[in-house]
C-alpha cells in the first residue's frame, strides 16, 4: 500500500515537471530542426542560429533590448537603492507601509501597468504639445519639439518605473540586517553622510544590489507586456520581434531566438540563487568559517589598502559599459530614417541591407499582425511609420479617409516597370497613392492522400465526406467570398440576402461537422502535418507549405472553376510623413526588377513587376541549378485568363461589414 | 581636579510631547571618567548621543572647549564612540577597522584635506592594537573574533584618532560576567594611560562604581544625583538613588531633631543635620549596617520571613510590624525566629522626601525584585536614543 502511493506520487511529480518542461524541451529541440517546420523533424542543423545572426531584424531588436535592459538595470539599481536607503530613515510604521506600497507593482499585472503608462505618457506628450506650442509662440530662441510619441525613451522609463521595486525589494532586506550603529560609526570616524556611504553601507548592502540589478535587468529582458505598449510603432524589443514572428508562422528561427533567450535568463536566474546560497552559507558558518582562497582574494580586495584595484577594476567597468551603451545607442544613432511597417516574413531582409548600404538611410523595419490591427494602430495615433504597404480593399479605405499622402511617381522611375494589369485598379483609380508590392489569389490547397477526389470547386469546403477534415479560415472576408463566389455572388455584395444565403452555407456544413475549426496561422501546422485535408489560403503560403510537408501528405492547390478573389498588396505613404524623401527613395528601390526578384524567391508572392515576373524562371534556374516547375509558377503568378475569373474587393459599406461581424459571430465553430 | 572641557547647559530633548531630557546641567572635566547611569530610558544614552553629535538638542547648548557644538556633525567633533554592539565593520579586517578613522582625509590647519601617509597609519593602529592587547590579530576577519576582542577593536578603532574625550554606550553590555569584571580593569587602565576623558553609559551600578572618577544617576530625563562613587552610594540624595545603587531598606521617618530620627515610633541617633523640626523624611538603612542581636536587646523587633544563603553572608528578610526589611549578616537565623536589631547612627542616611518616597525600599516582594533585576539587564538597552527603531534583529 505505501509502496504503491510512493510510486503514485513519484509518477505525479512526474507528470508535474513533464508538464513543465516538455514544452520548452521541444522548443529546444526544434530549434536544431534542418527543416523550417516546428512539426517535422527533418535533421539536426544549426543552420536556424546561423540565420538567426544573421537576421537584422532579431540582431537590431537584441541591441534594443540590450540596451533598454542595461540603461533601466543601471538608473533603477541607483534610484531604488537610494530609496531604500531613505525607506530605512523613515519610521517602522511608514516604512513599511511604503514597502507594501512598493510590492504592488510588482504583483500588478503587467497589462495593466503597461496600459496605464502608455496613457500616461499619452497624456504627457499632449499636454506637452499645448505647451510646446505656447512656448515657441512666445519666444523664438528655442524651438521646442511639439509632437512627441512613444519609442525608446518612454519604453525606457517604464522598465526603470517597474524595475525600481525589485531593486528595493532586494535592498531593504540587506539594510535591515546591517547594524544602524554602522553608519554612526563611520560618522564617528570621521566620514560625511556620503563617504560613510561609499565606506561602509555599500559594502554591507552590495550582495543586495547585486541581486536586485540582477533580477531586474532579467525583468527587462523578459519583459513584453509592458514594453508593448510603451515602445511605439518603431520600437522593437526581442520579445516584442518574438511575438510578431510568430504571427505569420513559427519558424525554427523564433526556437532559436526562443532558446537563446530562455538559456540567457536561466543562466542570471542560476548565477543569482547560487550567491545566495553562497551567502547564507557564509552567515550559517561564519563563526568557524575558514576563508577560502578567492574570498580571501575578496577579503584582501575590499581592505582600503587596496583601493587603487578597486579604482582599476571599478573604472574598467564603467569604461565597459560606456562603450557598450555607446554602440548600442550608435545602431540607433540620427542618420536618416525610414519606418517601414509590413507583414510578418514579407520581405526579403537582405533588400534592407543593400538599401541602407546603397542609400546611408536607416531603415526601420516594423510588422503589423493584420490590415485591422494596422488601421486601428494609424486611427490611434500611436504609429509614425512613413511607408505601409496594406491590402486593396484597406488601401481604398485609407485614401477614402485622407489618411494616405500622394506620390511622387517622377521620383519613382521603376514604377514604370509595374505591369498594366496592376495599375488603374478599383482602389487607385488614378494611380496616385500606391506602388503595387505582391499580388497573388485565394484558392483551395488540399492533401491529396487524405481526398477521395480532388476538387475543383469551393464544394468541397462544405462536403460531409470531408468532415472534421476541412479547416475553415478566421477571416469572415475569406470565408465567405467563397461561399459568395460558390453560389454565383459577388464578392462585393451589399444584398443581404446573398450574404445571408452564402452564410447559411457555411453554417449549415459547421451543423453537420464539416469543419475542423477556424484558423488562421495553424493552418501552416495543420497542412503540413497532414492534420487536415482541405483548406482554403492564399497560393503563396501554399508554395511555403509545400517545402515542409511531411513524407505522406500530398499538398496540392486549385483556383476552384467558380473562380475566387484576387489580391494586390501596395505601398502607400501616410499623409504628413516625416520621411517622405526617404519614403520615395525606399519604394523606388524596392520596385525594381532586382529587389522584386529576390522577394519573390523569399516570400513566394508573385511580383507586379514585368521584368521580374519574366526573368523569374530564369532566374531561379540560375541559383538553384535546377529548372523551376512551370505549374508551380503558375500557381504563384497565375495566367491572365484565371486571373479573368478572379474578383477583387472593395471595401465595404459600414452597414455590410456590421453584417459580417455579427454573422461571424453567430456562427460560433 | 582638572578643568571642564564639556558643558551641557540647560539641554531640553523631546520629541512632540514626550520629553527625553528635561533640563540637564552638567559639566564633565579633562581627563575624567565620567558614568552616566540609569534604567532603560532614563536618557543616558540620549545624553551620549548629543556629546557625540548625533542629536542635536531641542534646546540648551552643548559646550566643548567653551565653543558652541550644537550644530557640529559628528565627523568634525574630537570625540569618538565605542558602540553598543561595536558596530564593527564587517567586510574589514582588524587592521583595516582601526585603521578607519586614519584613512578619511582630515582639514589641516590651511583647510586643506590631507591623507595620512601609510607609514604612519601602520604605526599607530599597531600601537593601537598592542595597547588593547590584540597584537598578531590584525589580518583576521572581525566576525572571526570574541566578543571581548571585537570589544578591544572597537575601543582601539575610536582610540587611534586621539579623541579628546572617548564616548562608551554601554560598551560591555553583551560581554559574560567574569570577561565583563577584567575589561572593567582593562578600560581603566587604557583611561589611565591615554590621559583622555571617558563618558561611559550603563544602567549597572556595580561597573559605575567601580570604574568612575564621578557617577551621574539619570532618571526620567532628569540628572538625580551627581558625585564619587562614595557619595553616591553613602550619600544618596532621594529613595530613587537610594534603591538604584545598591541595596536599601527606605523606612518613612520624622526628623525629631538635629541627629535623632523617629523610626516606627522609636528615636534613633544619626548624624544627619539641618532639617526641619517634625519633618518628614525618608531613612536609608543599607543592608550590611544593621546588626542582628537578640530579641531582647534590640532597638527593633521582627520576624525572619526568608534565608537566601548567598556566600560571603545571608539576606534575610525580616517583618517589622508589616515592613519587610532586607538584612545582609553573617549569622544564620532560621525563618519564624524572632530577632532584634541595632543600627549605629552612622548607619543611618536621611533623605529630604521626593516623589521617589515610597516607591521602593520595601522588600515584601523581595524575590520578585530579584527577577525584575535579571529582566532588566537587556542587551539592547535603552530606546530613547533612537527612538522608533533603536533595535531589532
Redesign the interface.
Known sequence: MRKQNRVGSRLFIGLVFLFLYLPIFLLIVFSFNAGDSSAVWKGFSLDWYVSLFQNRLIMESLYTTLLVSLLATAIATVAGTFAAIGLYSL??RKRDALLVVNDIPMMNADIVTGVSLCLFFVAFFQGWGAFATWFNGIQGLVELPTRLTLGFTTMLLAHIAFDIPYVILNVAPKL?QM????V?????????WM?AFW??IL??IKPGIVSGALIAFTMSIDDFVISYFTAGSSTSTLAMRIYSMTKKRITPEVNAVSTLLFLSVLILLVANNVREIRQERRAVH??V?E?SRLERLS?RF????WQWARRAVAGAMACVFIVVVMLLTGATSSQPVVNVCSWGEYIDEDLITQFEDATGIRVNYQTAESNEALYSLLKSGGADYDVIVPSDYMISQLIEEGMLEELDYSRIPNYSLIDERFKDLPFDPENRYTVPYTWGTLGLIYNANMVEEEPDSWSALYDSRNAGNVLLINNSRDALAAALIHLGHSVNTTDEAEIRQAYELIADANRRGVFQGKVMDQVFQKMEGGNAAIAAYYAGDFLSMLDNQAEDVDLRFVIPEEGSNWFVDAMCVLKDAPHYDEAMQWIDFIASTEANLANMDYIWYASPNREALEQYPAYYQELYGEELDPELYEIMAVPADVLERCEMYTVLPPATRALYNSLWIELGV | MSKELIRLSDCVMSYGNELVLDHIDLYINDKEFLTLLGPSGCGKTTTLRII???LSPTAGDVLFDGVRINDV???QRA???V???Y???????V??NV???L??P?ADESGRKVKLP?QEIHARVMEMLEVVNLKGFEKR?V??LSGGQQQRVAIA??LV?RPKVLLLDEPLGALDMRLRKDMQNELKRIQQEMEITFIYVTHDQEEALAMSDTVVVMDGGRIQQIGTPEDIYNEPKNAFVADFIGESNIIDGVMRADGVVEIFNRRFQCLDKGFGKDEPVDVVIRPEDVDIVDEAAGQLRGTVTSVTFKGVHYDTIVDFYGFKWLIQTTDFCPVDSRIGIKIDPDGIHVMKKSHYSGMFGDYSSYSEEYEELDAAEPEDGEVDG?R??GH?E
Open positions: 519610521s517602522r535591515r547594524d544602524k550603529n554602522l554612526d560609526a563611520a560618522q564617528d570616524l570621521g566620514c560625511t563617504q565606506k561602509v559594502p554591507e561564519q563563526e568559517h576563508p577579503l575590499s581592505q582600503p589598502s | 557625540g553629535g548625533f556633525p559628528p565627523h570625540v569618538n564612540t558602540f553598543q554592539r558596530a564593527l565593520f564587517p567586510h574589514l579586517n587592521f583595516e585603521a578607519f578613522g584613512r578619511i582630515k601609510e576577519p566576525s572571526a578603532r575610536a584618532n533612537s522608533e527603531d531589532e
